[in-house]
């Protein structure tokens, strides 16, 4: 049986990114954590991690922390059971979200469970493409993504569909598209992404006017607030989700570039399949809450899925 004392030094070396902040955190000597990191090692006869700066995981650091994280969750569960949480009080819950849904639904879908499980969340942010490698590398216990193809030991759980639209505002209309909105245009009209890993903007310029991804200028703008002030302010357009955009449509401060084209973005709950109270209840929540804010899966015939 693997020791939790080097499994939690082994966490906290790779969540803190050196030796020194985890002894810190774990109240030990950075001696006694680099030696349970190096006992652990030895006992799997595999490097754990690389000792860079910052320090990260192998592909197998990664498997073993994840199984920790699994345990850890497992024995938190039984400790609220018995009435023996921790001196604080707190369980400490991963989750990968993607930028516009923490910016929309999802503060509200988990607020009533934090609160009453005291739960202390730690939210990864990343493309609604990207954030099943947090799940699969075991950083997180669940992740909102848009790919439906659940992990070995995972499920998924269908939540709704996010329409985006390319929304401008009107002078940027008149300064780059004076002539109506048509593709080679866009080859001169600055354009809004996310990240490097975005691909919205591409898959919307590809689909409906042949333009492909290095064929535009782009802003990277890696906050979704900013985003859709960037686009406001006429600096750019950019693909915005509905629960974001069409209020600023309806008060008149953006337009829809392309009325009725538009990417219809599914996304789905990814989970470890335990059987833990606590997933089942934070399902249960996003779900819910989902089912509220988000569209119906039968409404979308045409969804846009990673590449």
Known sequence: MLELRQLAALAAVVEEGSFERAAQRLHVTQSAVSQRVKQLEERLGQTLVLRSVPIRATEAGHQVI?????????????????????????????????ADSLETWFPEAIAELVERAQLLVDLKVDDQDATQQLLRDGEVIGCVTSNPRALPGCLCVPLGVIPYRCLASADYLTR???DGVKAERFR?????????????????????????????????????????????RGLACGMVPDQQGLPLIQAGR???????????????????????????????????????QLEGFDRHPELTRPG
């Not at 310029?205 to 859709?228: D, K, M, V, W």
């Not at 392309?258 to 109270?277: A, D, I, K, Q």
């Open 176 to 178: 780059y598209f004076p």
């Open 254 to 292: 953006v337009v829809d570039m392309t009325p009725g084209r538009y990417l219809s973005v599914p996304l789905y709950w990814h989970v470890w399949n335990l059987r833990s109270e606590l997933i089942r209840q934070l399902t249960d929540a996003l779900v819910k809450e989902a089912t509220r």
């Open 66 to 98: 994840k199984h920790f994280r699994q345990v850890s969750l497992l024995e938190q569960e039984l400790l609220g059971a018995l009435s023996q949480r921790d001196e604080r009080g707190y369980t400490r819950v991963a989750i990968g979200i993607n």
């Open 188 to 232: 001169q009209a600055p354009i809004a992404e996310f990240s490097h890993k975005d691909q919205l903007q591409n898959r919307y310029l590809q689909r409906f006017f042949g333009i492909g991804p290095h064929e535009y200028p782009r802003h990277r703008i890696p906050s979704s607030t900013a985003f859709c002030d960037l686009i406001e």
